[in-house]
């Protein structure tokens, strides 16, 4: 079974402004791993995974994560955020094998960006 | 080309009553998933559904029960409502049971129930 933790449920942040979203996971199995973004109202899309290779891996807007297999952890990041960027912020994880299509998801953190 | 759909958008139910949940894949999957999200909670996973049969189940009790259509199409089933059953319900369509994939989600269902 897997297990994530993102400590962090709300953050704060002025635009133009770095900005780091935290994600934790713990499983007895090798995992892929994916981080979701939800805004108001609507369901989940997928911001990125990482699934084998580079451990850095990039979204088409701006964001990265990096999968730290020592520290079991995916840390989301961005070193500028816009406006737009506001909504709430999933990462999951689900083993190598025999999960199917079973996520386990963290209780999300709520990225609020301000003029 | 259509997203996942899903109906309806909102559902008010008293305790004790059935539903119904529909879901619509995007075109060209045929693996739907069905997850619930809690207010201030992450999704739970349900179960999944591929060549119309379960494959796979989340910790949720027998009042939930699902279906998949020859078309692809799915329902989810939640008998003798809760007040905890309240919750978004999202369905999540992908064209490949496996699990290195990414899943297309569904705008939800926001189910109340008083």
């Known amino acids: 079974a897997q297990s994530v933790t993102q400590l962090d449920s709300q953050v704060p942040v002025f635009e133009e402004a770095p900005v780091e979203l935290r994600c934790n996971y713990s499983s007895s199995v090798s995992v892929y791993l994916f981080w979701y973004v939800q805004y108001p109202n609507q369901g989940l899309q997928l911001l990125l995974k990482?699934?084998?290779?580079?451990?850095l891996v990039k979204s088409i807007n701006g964001f990265e994560a990096e999968f730290n297999k020592s520290q079991t952890s995916f840390h989301l990041r961005k070193p500028s955020v816009h406006i737009s960027d506001t909504a709430e912020y999933f990462c999951a994880v689900t083993g190598l094998t025999g999960g199917g299509n079973k996520l386990t998801f963290g209780t999300g953190t709520q990225l609020k960006v301000e003029l | 080309d259509a997203g996942v759909t899903q109906s309806p958008t909102h559902l008010i139910k008293t305790r004790g009553q059935q539903v119904t949940l529909r879901c619509s894949p995007k075109?060209?999957?045929?693996?739907v998933s069905w997850y619930q999200q809690a207010l201030g909670q992450g999704p739970q996973f349900i179960f999944q559904?591929?060549?119309?049969?379960?494959?796979q189940r989340g910790n949720f009790p027998d009042r939930f029960s699902g279906h998949q259509f020859p078309n692809y199409s799915s329902e989810l089933n939640v008998n003798a409502l809760l007040l905890g059953d309240s919750a978004l319900y999202l369905c999540?369509?992908?064209?490949?049971?496996?699990?290195?994939?990414?899943?297309?989600f569904g705008n939800g269902t926001r189910l109340t129930v008083t």
């Open positions: 559904y591929y060549e119309e049969e379960e494959r």
């Open positions: 075109s060209g999957h045929d693996t």
């Open positions: 990482y699934l084998s290779g580079s451990t």
């Open positions: 999540a369509s992908t064209n490949n049971p496996g699990t290195n994939v990414a899943l297309h």
